[in-house]
């Protein structure tokens, strides 16, 4: 029998109370609301709390948010199908949810993710004192082989950061982002952060803002240097103009953020991620290459680059923004791999 959701010390009653149903759920809006139903609801307010609690208090970015709210609906339907409650959820509970995703081919990384959605989330209902234990804890997240990144092949960089022959101002653009992104290995979504503050033409570096709004700063070389002042000169001015009617949409403290923004797009707006994302498929498509490549695999060959030609770990740890050292490490497999080939070719005595 579902039974309700015990409310934390201190939170009324009223904080459980039927919600409007949304998504593929709005479709039984006008049935009568069972009880199942009602308690999975109040778990989608809960869950609501607890996504707030790791934007304000842990400083979560937006897509790791969409991440955990999309894992933990995820959960939450299945628990409606198979008319279980949350207070009812225990170890079993959680190794058939387990269970489900893989029999629907679900890949183990998409699995070890959900699974450490719930136990962050069942954590913290636990400490709200919402549920006695966390029944997620005890359950062991499949092995997986962690694949090795993807690195774009010399000639084709070659190609990738070859000035464009136009001198569109978006082309000019695309030519100095595309250097960037090799130049500082910076994530998609640091580049899309960008202001012009962010550039020290005078140090020679570029400021990037990573995961937790972590600050960072990275030298910059100066063919990348240049290709950032041919932008700036000649095509950033241009796609001002073209902006037609300035909005205060979107505010950087008092500024206009499309005044502040490094790059903008052809209405003058400041890029987005999936902006520069279509933009770099183009570019792909125009010169030729495997459009399969992604902007991140930019990044990728920027990490093992510097490992290959002697740059120490700890590094191009601080250099790509990594929390722990063991991110960094999986290049070093890379980077191994290029000096067996070498030592194969170059050794005398190598067959």
């Not at 058939?96 to 183990?108: E, K, T, V, Y």
């Not at 010399?154 to 653009?173: E, F, G, H, Q, Y």
């Not at 770990?313 to 601080?318: F, K, T």
């Not at 923004?321 to 080939?341: D, E, F, M, R, V």
Request: hydrophobic share 35%; glycine share 4%; net charge positive.
């Amino acid at each position: 029998m579902c039974t309700h959701t015990k409310p934390a010390s201190g939170q009324s009653e009223s904080a459980h109370e039927h919600i409007k149903p949304v998504g593929r759920q709005s479709e039984l809006i006008d049935k009568q609301v069972e009880p199942g139903r009602e308690q999975n609801e109040s778990m989608r307010q809960q869950i609501e709390h607890y996504l707030k609690s790791l934007r304000l208090e842990r400083n979560y970015s937006a897509h790791t948010l969409r991440a955990y709210a999309g894992d933990l609906d995820a959960f939450t339907r299945w628990l409606q199908d198979q008319d279980i409650c949350l207070t009812e959820c225990n170890t079993r509970t959680i190794r058939q949810f387990l269970a489900s995703l893989a029999a629907a081919g679900r890949s183990r990384t998409t699995i070890n993710r959900r699974l450490s959605s719930l136990r962050s989330f069942m954590s913290w209902l636990d400490e709200q004192g919402l549920l006695a234990t966390n029944p997620a804890a005890a359950n062991q997240a499949p092995k997986c082989p962690r694949p090795l990144p993807r690195l774009v092949q010399d000639s084709d960089l070659d190609k990738l950061l070859a000035n464009s022959s136009s001198n569109k101002p978006t082309d000019i653009r695309d030519d100095a982002i595309v250097e960037l992104m090799y130049a500082s290995g910076a994530r998609i979504s640091e580049l899309a952060a960008l202001s012009l503050a962010d550039i020290d033409f005078v140090q020679g570096s570029i400021r990037l803002r990573g995961k937790g709004s972590k600050q960072r700063l990275v030298p910059l070389h100066e063919l990348a240097l240049g290709k950032l002042q041919r932008y700036l000169s000649q095509a950033r001015p241009q796609l001002m103009r073209s902006l037609i009617r300035p909005r205060r949409a979107c505010v950087s403290g008092d500024k206009l953020l499309n005044e502040t923004a490094l790059f903008l797009g052809k209405s003058g707006r400041p890029l987005s991620a999936d902006s520069i994302r279509v933009a770099f498929k183009a570019r792909l498509r125009r010169l030729g290459l495997d459009t399969s490549l992604a902007p991140h695999d930019l990044r990728h060959t920027f990490a093992t680059n510097l490992l290959t030609c002697g740059a120490d770990l700890r590094s191009v740890q601080e250099l790509l923004g990594h929390a722990s050292l063991s991110s960094t490490q999986i290049y070093t497999h890379l980077s191994l791999t290029h000096l067996k080939n070498v030592a194969v070719r170059a050794h005398p005595r190598s067959e």
